[in-house]
């Protein structure tokens, strides 16, 4: 009725029943009146009173809205399969710059450390600078109170000199 690319072949379940004697089953695919057609078929022998085959019976059921779903579904998991290799793809990708931020975190973190232990040392060096310089300023009073002092005992010497000089001149 279908006439299948496989009817009047070697390939027919029906002639291949009628000469084996036994069910055989097959799938077939083809266009009918500009519809694509799935169908699988059983052809089963036919035999007489007497056990002889006589003929095949042929049971056919259209497979095609099963097919059509398969395909489809088949489809789905490609893509399916596709987006989740971009977003594996994506996934290493973005963990592999979190861990070079995590890396430049560190980085930043050992340059903070490292710039605030210099600015403690440098705060140390001003401190003792600064208390240098106090010390230094105090010794500079000293000394400048000692060569005031110097100068007037110089003064009482040249007067006295002078007095000397006028009593024995």
């Given at each position: 009725?279908?006439?299948?690319?496989?009817?009047?072949?070697e390939?027919?379940?029906?002639?291949?029943?009628?000469?084996?004697?036994?069910?055989?089953?097959?799938?077939?695919?083809?266009?009918?009146?500009?519809?694509?057609?799935?169908?699988?078929?059983?052809?089963?022998?036919?035999?007489?009173?007497?056990?002889?085959?006589?003929?095949?019976?042929?049971?056919?059921?259209?497979?095609?809205?099963?097919?059509?779903?398969?395909?489809?579904?088949?489809?789905?998991?490609?893509?399916?399969?596709?987006?989740?290799?971009?977003?594996?793809?994506?996934?290493?990708?973005?963990?592999s710059?979190?861990?070079?931020?995590?890396?430049?975190?560190?980085?930043?973190?050992?340059?903070?450390?490292?710039?605030?232990?210099?600015?403690?040392?440098?705060?140390?060096?001003?401190?003792?600078?600064?208390?240098?310089?106090?010390?230094?300023?105090?010794?500079?009073?000293?000394?400048?109170?000692?060569?005031?002092?110097?100068?007037?005992?110089?003064q009482?010497?040249?007067?006295?000199?002078?007095?000397?000089?006028?009593?024995?001149?």
């Open positions: 009725i279908l006439n299948t690319p496989h009817c009047g072949t390939r027919c379940a029906c002639a291949q029943a009628m000469r084996t004697g036994t069910p055989v089953s097959a799938e077939q695919d083809f266009d009918l009146a500009g519809s694509h057609v799935d169908i699988s078929y059983t052809g089963t022998p036919l035999t007489d009173r007497d056990g002889a085959i006589v003929g095949a019976l042929e049971l056919i059921e259209d497979q095609t809205a099963v097919r059509l779903a398969q395909r489809t579904m088949q489809d789905v998991a490609r893509r399916a399969d596709e987006i989740a290799e971009r977003v594996s793809s994506a996934s290493e990708e973005l963990s710059q979190v861990e070079e931020a995590s890396h430049g975190a560190e980085v930043q973190r050992d340059r903070m450390n490292e710039t605030a232990t210099a600015v403690e040392q440098m705060n140390a060096s001003v401190l003792e600078v600064a208390q240098n310089a106090t010390t230094a300023a105090a010794n500079v009073d000293e000394a400048k109170n000692r060569a005031a002092i110097g100068a007037d005992v110089v009482q010497a040249i007067a006295a000199i002078g007095r000397v000089n006028t009593v024995t001149a």
